[in-house]
């Protein structure tokens, strides 16, 4: 069974400081990883989608970083902005019968 | 403008009741899906559907149905078997179902509240 777990649940940072948001998974047959953004009360919206095959995807600020051997993703948002606060969740397509499988997310919290 | 559309934004089922909850795309998407959010956890799936005409139960099924008989509908009943349906609902839906890039698009949610 694919567990997703991120670490940490909550994080608070002052704005400009570059943000390090950590995604685990058990079973490294995923077919690829995707981040996602939520804000509250909200649905989520793509951020990043990596394959199973790529090493990293970028796009603006944000850099995703994909290691499949140690079950392990990083999203990089560089120079963080208030507007960057939001639930960020992380999920893994599964190679065996291709479902989501989805991490708990972390909050994050950018103070002006 | 293209994406998918979820509504109502929140609904409130009296015990006992049945309540349809509506998911709509214009993203020529081939694949649906429907998520249940709870507080500090991940999300579930429910039902899925890879095809039009064509659904499968995702990991929690109990309590839910679903249709598919149009390509870019795919509504979610919650009946009163469902003992705990408060919750926050989403729908997603994807191109297709087992690409390397296949990528999941997510509607705004319904929240569900029991009275």
């Known amino acids: 069974k694919q567990e997703v777990t991120q670490i940490p649940a909550a994080l608070s940072v002052p704005e400009g400081e570059n943000l390090v948001l950590n995604c685990s998974f058990t079973?490294?047959?995923?077919?690829?990883l995707q981040w996602f953004r939520q804000d509250p009360g909200k649905g989520l919206t793509s951020l990043l989608l990596i394959q199973s095959s790529q090493r990293e995807q970028t796009s603006g600020r944000l850099n995703a970083s994909l290691d499949k051997s140690s079950g392990r993703s990083t999203l990089y948002i560089a120079a963080s902005q208030p507007g960057d606060s939001a639930t960020y969740l992380c999920a893994v397509r599964r190679r065996y019968d291709y479902k989501l499988s989805f991490g708990a997310g972390t909050t994050v919290t950018v103070r002006a | 403008d293209g994406g998918i559309t979820q509504s109502p934004k929140y609904l409130f089922r009296k015990e006992g009741q049945n309540v349809t909850l509506s998911c709509e795309q214009n993203l020529n998407h081939d694949a649906m899906y429907w998520y249940r959010q709870d507080p500090g956890q991940g999300l579930r799936l429910i039902y899925y559907s890879q095809i039009v005409n064509d659904f499968q139960k995702g990991d929690i099924a109990e309590g839910y149905s679903v249709s598919r008989e149009k390509k870019e509908s795919f509504p979610l009943t919650v009946t009163s078997a469902q003992k705990n349906p408060t919750a926050f609902y989403l729908c997603?839906?994807?191109?297709?179902?087992?690409?390397?890039?296949?990528?999941?698009?997510f509607g705004q949610g319904t929240r569900l509240t029991v009275v």
């Open positions: 079973d490294s047959a995923i077919y690829n």
């Open positions: 997603a839906s994807s191109i297709d179902w087992d690409r390397l890039n296949t990528e999941a698009f």
